[in-house]
């Protein structure tokens, strides 16, 4: 294997991650699910309580299903599959376009829609994960120093009131948001924008909206949207206000002018639980990783909120990061590893904001033609649209982040032969259940095996002494399971490529990453490719 750092004494923890929120928390389970020691800090003295991330994505929930944990985010909230796109007119001249936001035919995903949990409870589902397995976080603590060398990390964290107190690290992970401590003290520049717009954000209950649904109200002056919750109200309201409306205290008052701008129908707000102004900025890190440091969700990229993507993007930094920190602390990858971390996920959060921006001037602009589009025709317009299943297929992997791909990481390597459909190196892997690590009881195994070995075709076509050879001497990095049939094509929905895939029976190779990516993929059966591409990494079979 590839051993430890060479000063593998006088360190209070492997990875030291700065920051309690979503991103943090997912870091935190990553590594102890891996056998990695941790410390989670935080400058808050308690967890959120009000949010503004509220919604949470197919491909999250996929890379958080394993033991459960999707699950139980599911229960906690609720998923929503329709759109209710409203446009302005009397109480009886106004239309309503009901829309579905995705294909529940779709056959590669547990989780066909989107899922409405604010931020809050989120994190307590994360907490109560954590606080299972023994892992606790320190809160009131600053980062307020931080020291590279060649072998680790040596941090300085205030407390008020009390003396600093010095942690040394193999790593640091900063997840302390977009005013990173961390980000500030590697020097690494936070480039991007401030838009001027204003918004209003607020919890409350409404009557009149129907239950369970998104509603957009689509206007001249931008769009209303009214979103689904359990907790801490039944409802999130989110709303552009006018620039003739003074900074001041976010009130209910406003909350109500701004429904009567953008509907006749009889909506009447209540009971709020929270209210608050915010503006919007895009920004991204110069680099994710300096030395020893790595940056995460908001500390990393910040954007508007348009297409729920934020959240969702941090959480998915982590699951990437976990699983390589883990196998380069515990001695069983190269440090050469970490390397990939930013090569896969700093184009994502380029795309990100690139999207997310897009949609943000479209939504708000000020430009005639555009205001006119939004009062009414924009809205029949993308309800004909999205009546389309090719249209929602393709938009739900967008949105959702299934489309999320690495297809230029240097941890995605296409095998000789190639394999004639199915997934490509870099690429999610698409069928349920194949997606990430198999589900195991919380505390099974330690240090589970980060890869999945899947061997397709008949049984019978597999050299019964090669395959026992492999699962032997890579048992610390990779579980080997036999699979009927190979993957039918890159996206499983598609009948012509599945019906093709059935005449051309065969055997093939898909080694599967801890996040559900293909790593490797060959055809036919020799598996001397998928354990050098195991060597690359740094590596070592088990001896014989």
């Given at each position: 294997?590839?051993?430890?750092?060479?000063?593998?004494?006088?360190?209070?923890?492997?990875?030291?991650i700065?920051?309690?929120?979503?991103?943090?928390?997912t870091?935190?389970?990553?590594?102890?699910?891996?056998?990695?020691?941790?410390?989670?800090?935080?400058?808050?003295p308690?967890?959120?309580?009000?949010?503004?991330?509220?919604?949470?994505q197919?491909?999250?929930?996929?890379?958080?299903?394993?033991?459960?944990?999707?699950?139980?985010?599911?229960?906690?909230?609720?998923?929503?599959?329709?759109l209710?796109?409203?446009?302005?007119?009397?109480?009886s001249?106004?239309?309503?376009?009901?829309?579905?936001?995705?294909?529940?035919?779709?056959?590669?995903?547990?989780?066909?829609?989107?899922?409405?949990?604010?931020?809050?409870?989120?994190?307590?589902?994360?907490?109560?994960?954590l606080?299972?397995?023994?892992?606790?976080?320190?809160?009131?603590?600053?980062?307020?120093?931080l020291?590279?060398?060649?072998?680790?990390?040596?941090?300085?964290?205030?407390?008020?009131?009390?003396?600093?107190?010095?942690?040394?690290?193999?790593?640091?992970?900063?997840?302390?948001?977009?005013?990173?401590?961390?980000?500030?003290?590697?020097?690494?520049?936070?480039?991007?924008?401030?838009?001027?717009?204003?918004?209003?954000?607020?919890?409350?209950?409404?009557?009149?909206?129907?239950?369970?649904m998104?509603?957009?109200?689509?206007?001249?002056?931008?769009?209303?949207?009214?979103?689904?919750?359990?907790?801490?109200?039944?409802?999130?309201?989110?709303?552009?206000?006018?620039?003739?409306?003074?900074?001041?205290?976010?009130?209910?008052?406003?909350?109500?002018?701004?429904?009567?701008?953008?509907?006749?129908?009889?909506?009447v707000?209540?009971?709020?639980?929270?209210?608050?102004?915010?503006?919007?900025?895009?920004?991204?890190?110069?680099?994710?990783?300096?030395?020893?440091?790595?940056l995460?969700?908001?500390?990393?990229?910040?954007?508007?909120?348009?297409?729920?993507?934020?959240?969702?993007?941090?959480?998915?930094?982590?699951?990437?990061?976990?699983?390589?920190?883990?196998l380069?602390?515990?001695?069983?990858?190269?440090?050469t590893?970490?390397q990939?971390?930013?090569?896969?996920?700093?184009?994502?959060?380029?795309?990100?904001?690139?999207?997310?921006?897009?949609?943000?001037?479209?939504?708000?602009?000020?430009?005639?033609?555009?205001?006119?589009?939004?009062?009414?025709?924009?809205?029949?317009?993308?309800?004909?649209?999205?009546?389309?299943?090719?249209?929602?297929?393709?938009?739900?992997?967008?949105v959702?982040?299934?489309?999320?791909?690495?297809?230029?990481?240097?941890?995605?390597?296409?095998?000789?032969?190639?394999?004639?459909?199915?997934?490509?190196?870099?690429?999610?892997?698409?069928?349920?259940?194949?997606?990430?690590?198999?589900?195991?009881?919380?505390?099974?195994?330690?240090?589970p095996?980060?890869?999945?070995?899947?061997?397709?075709?008949?049984?019978?076509?597999?050299?019964?002494?090669?395959?026992?050879?492999?699962?032997?001497?890579?048992?610390?990095?990779?579980?080997?399971?036999?699979?009927?049939?190979?993957?039918?094509?890159?996206?499983?929905?598609?009948?012509?490529?599945?019906?093709?895939?059935?005449?051309?029976?065969?055997?093939?190779?898909?080694?599967?990453?801890?996040?559900?990516?293909?790593?490797?993929?060959?055809?036919?059966?020799?598996l001397?490719?998928?354990?050098?591409?195991l060597?690359?990494?740094?590596?070592?079979?088990?001896?014989?």
């Open positions: 294997m590839a051993g430890p750092d060479p000063d593998s004494s006088g360190f209070d923890t492997d990875v030291l700065v920051g309690a929120g979503p991103s943090g928390l870091l935190a389970r990553e590594l102890h699910s891996l056998g990695v020691a941790a410390q989670l800090v935080d400058q808050a308690d967890a959120v309580h009000e949010s503004r991330a509220m919604a949470i197919a491909r999250t929930l996929e890379v958080l299903a394993r033991n459960r944990l999707a699950d139980d985010l599911v229960t906690a909230g609720i998923p929503s599959a329709t209710l796109l409203h446009t302005r007119g009397s109480r001249g106004g239309r309503t376009h009901a829309v579905p936001l995705f294909d529940d035919a779709l056959g590669d995903t547990r989780f066909p829609f989107l899922l409405f949990l604010s931020q809050a409870a989120t994190e307590r589902v994360l907490l109560d994960r606080a299972s397995a023994g892992v606790g976080i320190r809160r009131s603590l600053t980062l307020t120093g020291v590279q060398d060649e072998h680790g990390v040596t941090c300085t964290l205030d407390s008020p009131g009390v003396p600093s107190r010095v942690v040394r690290a193999r790593y640091v992970v900063g997840c302390d948001g977009a005013h990173s401590m961390t980000r500030r003290l590697t020097g690494s520049g936070f480039t991007g924008r401030a838009y001027p717009q204003r918004f209003l954000l607020a919890d409350l209950e409404a009557d009149g909206p129907e239950r369970g998104v509603h957009v109200y689509l206007g001249r002056s931008g769009p209303l949207f009214l979103f689904p919750l359990l907790t801490p109200a039944s409802w999130r309201l989110l709303v552009m206000l006018p620039p003739t409306v003074s900074t001041g205290p976010a009130t209910l008052a406003l909350a109500r002018a701004a429904v009567a701008r953008h509907t006749r129908e009889p909506i707000l209540h009971d709020p639980a929270w209210l608050t102004e915010f503006t919007v900025s895009s920004r991204l890190a110069d680099t994710m990783r300096r030395g020893r440091v790595f995460a969700g908001d500390a990393a990229h910040i954007h508007s909120p348009a297409g729920a993507q934020g959240m969702n993007t941090g959480i998915q930094d982590a699951v990437n990061l976990g699983w390589k920190l883990a380069v602390c515990r001695g069983v990858a190269a440090p590893l970490l990939s971390y930013e090569r896969e996920r700093l184009p994502v959060a380029r795309s990100v904001l690139a999207m997310t921006d897009r949609a943000f001037r479209v939504a708000t602009s000020r430009n005639p033609v555009l205001r006119e589009l939004r009062a009414g025709p924009g809205i029949r317009l993308a309800a004909l649209l999205l009546r389309s299943r090719a249209v929602r297929r393709a938009g739900f992997r967008v959702s982040e299934l489309g999320i791909r690495y297809r230029e990481s240097p941890l995605s390597v296409e095998g000789r032969p190639r394999p004639a459909g199915g997934p490509r190196a870099g690429e999610r892997f698409p069928q349920p259940g194949l997606g990430a690590a198999p589900a195991s009881p919380a505390g099974d195994e330690p240090r095996p980060v890869f999945r070995m899947l061997l397709c075709g008949p049984a019978a076509l597999w050299p019964d002494t090669e395959v026992r050879a492999f699962r032997a001497r890579w048992a610390h990095l990779a579980t080997v399971e036999q699979v009927p049939a190979a993957p039918r094509s890159r996206w499983s929905a598609a009948p012509r490529a599945a019906a093709l895939s059935r005449r051309r029976p065969g055997t093939a190779q898909y080694l599967v990453r801890w996040d559900g990516y293909l790593g490797y993929r060959a055809a036919g059966t020799d001397t490719g998928a354990a050098e591409y060597r690359a990494l740094g590596a070592r079979p088990l001896p014989a």
